[in-house]
């Protein structure tokens, strides 16, 4: 099969469509077994799947051709720059919502293509059980307010801190200084402030906290 992608391929365009990998691996852990998510690549369409999450829905695996609809994207793309679509598709016996999206190169050309396919004949149990039960919990404060998501942290950590009997009341304010630098609350400025504002303590003292920590850092 002769590829219709006009121009040669290079080893960015390679490591560009082998970084979307990670991000491939988790949408199909968070979307289940019955969503495939294929990685196509351009460069040789007789075996353009490059990476497969869940191949079984379809019994494709890696090194599998490039789909009639991938071909009708990439030269819909050449005529209107369209990158993705979502349909159905009913052909066979499984019936499944799929979406097709496009990847460019940093010239803007097409040199891959990721595609989803998700079985509509999936029961309603497996849905529930795979989007309500995980074994993977934790709590993510979700805010449009750097102050909110700061303050969202501190007080937990001040409240475990400040009830710990094991922590001297001289070093609990370095442990809280030190508990959220390990989670990089420090990179935004404002974080100094509230902290200095809620602990009563000085600017410089944090400073003090952190130059510590950080030199701490480098000896390991």
């Given at each position: 099969m002769?590829?219709?992608?006009?121009?040669?391929?290079?080893?960015?365009?390679?490591?560009?469509?082998?970084?979307?990998?990670?991000?491939?691996?988790?949408?199909?852990?968070?979307?289940?077994?019955?969503c495939e998510i294929v990685l196509h690549s351009f460069e040789?369409?007789?075996?353009?799947v490059i990476h497969i999450v869940n191949g079984h829905v379809t019994g494709r695996e890696k090194g599998a051709p490039v789909t009639n609809i991938a071909l009708e994207k990439l030269a819909e793309f050449n005529s209107t720059n369209d990158m993705w679509d979502v349909y159905f598709n009913h052909k066979g016996v499984r019936p499944f919502k799929s979406s097709s999206s496009l990847i460019l190169n940093k010239n803007k050309e097409p040199v891959g293509m990721i595609c989803m396919n998700f079985a509509l004949d999936m029961p309603l149990n497996a849905f529930i059980e795979n989007f309500a039960k995980s074994s993977n919990c934790k709590n993510e404060n979700f805010t449009q307010d750097i102050n909110n998501l700061v303050l969202s942290h501190l007080e937990?950590?001040?409240?475990?801190?400040?009830?710990?009997?094991n922590i001297p009341s001289k070093n609990k304010n370095f442990e809280i200084v030190k508990e959220l630098n390990s989670i990089?609350?420090?990179?935004?400025?404002?974080?100094?402030?509230?902290?200095?504002?809620?602990?009563?303590?000085s600017a410089n003292t944090i400073y003090k906290h952190l130059r510590v920590l950080n030199n701490k850092g480098k000896e390991n």
């Open positions: 002769k590829s219709i992608v006009n121009h040669e391929f290079t080893e960015d365009d390679r490591q560009l469509l082998l970084s979307y990998i990670p991000f491939i691996d988790s949408l199909g852990q968070f979307l289940g077994e019955y040789d369409l007789h075996h353009s937990p950590v001040k409240n475990m801190v400040y009830s710990n009997k990089g609350l420090f990179k935004f400025p404002v974080t100094t402030k509230i902290v200095s504002s809620v602990l009563g303590i």
